[in-house]
């Protein structure tokens, strides 16, 4: 198995610009989680998901944040409009049980 | 509400003990996790408390202790590739983990 895959890796941009994070989880799994990670405060959980329904997006910054599932195949992350005070690392996990697969994650800088 | 506690750093020599203590609140508690994550990585899943005791993988072991709301991670005879970020994780029933900021290890030759 390929493990988690996320897309892009890296993803520099200019403020206000939308930007799209896209992650593949690990087959069979049927949670999706989408985190994001900063020095100041750590490893965050902005949303998850079971089954492709949304569970709890209560740690989604702002209403610029949204997710989507589509499928037990895919999944997104938008920002719209980006801000600098999104750059982080985004990481993407599955899980099928008490143990979570994290992506390599997707460096976003914002100018 | 939740919280979540662990010390920020951590230095030990190669070759010693190093043991990580984890305090947390959550509700709907359902079990501890820990990850492991290097710089430049992403976590990787380390060990899973889900009673009370401790459990042992290789080098590592990991205790709960549901009463104390506690728990922790014993690291032994460590090694250079230990350095890294280490994640008490608590689990609530809904299987919602959170993970905080970590405790950075550093490992003195």
């Known amino acids: 198995d390929a493990g988690v895959i996320q897309s892009p890796r890296h993803e520099v941009t200019e403020m206000g610009q939308e930007v799209t994070l896209r992650c593949k989880p690990i087959?069979?799994?049927?949670?999706l989680f989408w985190y994001r990670q900063t020095m100041m405060r750590g490893l965050e959980l902005l949303i998850y998901f079971n089954n492709n329904v949304p569970i709890d997006d209560s740690g989604m910054p702002e209403d610029r944040f949204s997710a989507k599932m589509p499928n037990a195949s895919f999944s997104t992350l938008k920002i719209q409009p980006s801000e600098p005070r999104d750059s982080a690392v985004y990481f993407c996990?599955?899980?099928?049980?008490?143990?979570?697969?994290f992506g390599p994650g997707t460096r976003l800088t914002v100018l | 509400g939740q919280s979540l506690e662990q010390p920020s750093e951590v230095t030990a020599v190669e070759g010693a003990i190093v043991q990580i203590n984890c305090t947390y609140q959550?509700?709907?508690?359902?079990?501890l996790s820990w990850y492991q994550q290097h710089d430049g990585g992403a976590p990787t899943f380390l060990s899973y408390?889900?009673?009370?005791g401790l459990e042992e993988t290789g080098r590592f072991s990991s205790f709960l202790s549901r009463s104390d709301s506690y728990g922790y991670l014993l690291l032994q005879e460590l090694q250079m590739k230990d350095s890294a970020s280490y994640f008490c994780a608590p689990m609530n029933r809904d299987d919602k983990i959170i993970f905080g900021k970590g405790t950075r290890l550093h490992i003195l030759p």
């Open positions: 087959s069979g799994h049927d949670y």
């Open positions: 408390n889900g009673l009370d």
């Open positions: 959550t509700s709907g508690f359902y079990g």
């Open positions: 996990a599955s899980s099928s049980g008490t143990q979570q697969f």
